[in-house]
């Protein structure tokens, strides 16, 4: 079965410092990885995706994300955060063979403080 | 650029109620996949349709019924609901079935069931 962990919670950065939100999965065969991200009351917002290729994946809003295979690992990243990027972020997966759904991390609550 | 519509955004209702939660994809979206949230809690797969047809099914109660119309659009019925049933719905769409895994799933904003 496939799964997502994101082991923190809360994050909490001051603006213009570097975020990192942690992700790590267990799947068979390849995974296919994403980052969304939910402000309140509105719907996901696909940040970014890791299909093959290129470890770092850049995305949506100046973020991107590692591909860590042998950590097994997906860490989302900015290198400067802003008081704008305050949100629930969720790291997910899909297996390479699977017909449709995305198996979503528990979320983590991004706070950035001015 | 078109995005995903839910409607209603909200829906009150009381227990044993029936409601329809209705979404329409992006344009070209051929597929559509529903996600139940509850309060502070990620977004777990229900069902989703591909071509009108059911492709997967995840964790969807048999008092829930979803269907697909050949304009795309997706409908969720909820009978005899429970208070369980209060939670942020939300409908995803993407297009195209023959690299399903890589493709996005775009998601609406949701729609927001209260259950009285």
């Known amino acids: 079965a496939q799964s997502v962990a994101q082991p923190e919670d809360q994050v909490n950065v001051a603006e213009g410092n570097p975020l990192t939100v942690k992700c790590t999965y267990s799947v068979s065969g390849n995974p296919y990885l994403f980052w969304y991200v939910q402000y309140p009351n509105r719907g996901l917002q696909f940040l970014l995706k890791y299909i093959t290729g290129d470890n770092l994946v850049k995305g949506s809003y100046g973020f991107e994300a590692e591909f860590n295979k042998s950590q097994t690992s997906f860490h989302l990243k900015k290198p400067s955060a802003l008081v704008s990027d305050s949100a629930l972020y969720f790291c997910a997966v899909r297996r390479d063979s699977s017909a449709s759904k995305i198996i979503f991390g528990s979320g983590t609550r991004l706070s950035i403080r001015p | 650029a078109a995005g995903v519509i839910q409607s209603p955004r909200h829906l009150i209702k009381e227990k044993r109620e029936t409601a329809t939660l209705k979404c329409y994809p992006i344009?070209?979206?051929?597929?559509v996949y529903w996600y139940q949230q509850g309060p502070g809690q990620d977004p777990q797969f229900l069902i989703s349709?591909?071509?009108?047809?059911?492709?997967d099914k995840g964790s969807i109660p048999d008092r829930f019924s979803a269907q697909q119309f050949s304009d795309y659009h997706s409908e969720l019925n909820m009978s005899s609901l429970e208070l369980g049933d209060s939670a942020l719905y939300f409908c995803?769409?993407?297009?195209?079935?023959?690299?399903?895994?890589?493709?996005?799933?775009?998601f609406g904003a949701g729609t927001r069931l209260s259950v009285l």
């Open positions: 349709f591909y071509e009108k047809m059911q492709s």
């Open positions: 344009p070209r979206h051929d597929t």
């Open positions: 995803a769409s993407s297009l195209g079935q023959e690299i399903l895994a890589k493709n996005i799933q775009y």
